[in-house]
């Protein structure tokens, strides 16, 4: 079946359907590491070429250096999350090296919040937030448009109170 947004919510089989992150998400972690590693290196370039010589400038370069490093580790990660929506519970899935992934009941959701800060509201993003009554299967998924995380947040309360455990 499918929803208004084009999502798949049931599956066929035993194999779920993985909904990845949107692109936003990646874009906004690679911005902000560009920028702060950017500005980090261009002081520690012009401290250290004024202070201690043009020689100890080129220390500035390790910043660079981690730009190129965590542009690449920003997109790895971005690409292990994802989540899929099951009949009784919800999927997440991350991790590159450590894979983790979260099931959590929808009967066992006590509350689920749609977050966004002022730097994900201006990428146009919005975060779900999953609490149950474990706080070991609080779960939650980032970088979502908008209107999908709160679709999402919709369903994942209805579905919660359908199959509530009594809680």
Do not use: K
């Amino acid at each position: 079946m499918e929803t208004g947004s084009g999502q798949n919510t049931e599956v066929a089989g035993d194999e779920p359907v993985w909904t990845g992150l949107p692109p936003g998400l990646l874009r906004m972690r690679r911005l902000l590491l560009v920028v702060w590693l950017g500005l980090l290196a261009v002081a520690m370039g012009l401290l250290l070429g004024l202070l201690c010589g043009p020689a100890w400038a080129a220390f500035a370069l390790l910043p660079l250096a981690l730009i190129c490093w965590g542009w690449v580790m920003i997109g790895r990660n971005w690409r292990s999350w994802r989540y899929a929506e099951r009949a009784d519970d919800l999927l997440i899935s991350r991790g590159v090296l450590w894979r983790e992934e979260t099931v959590v009941p929808y009967g066992r959701m006590q509350l689920v919040e749609v977050t966004s800060g002022p730097v994900e509201r201006h990428f146009g993003l919005a975060s779900v937030q999953l609490h149950t009554a474990a706080a070991a299967t609080d779960a939650a998924i980032p970088g979502l448009d908008p209107a999908e995380a709160e679709r999402l947040r919709d369903r994942l309360t209805e579905l919660g109170e359908a199959r509530s455990a009594g809680l």
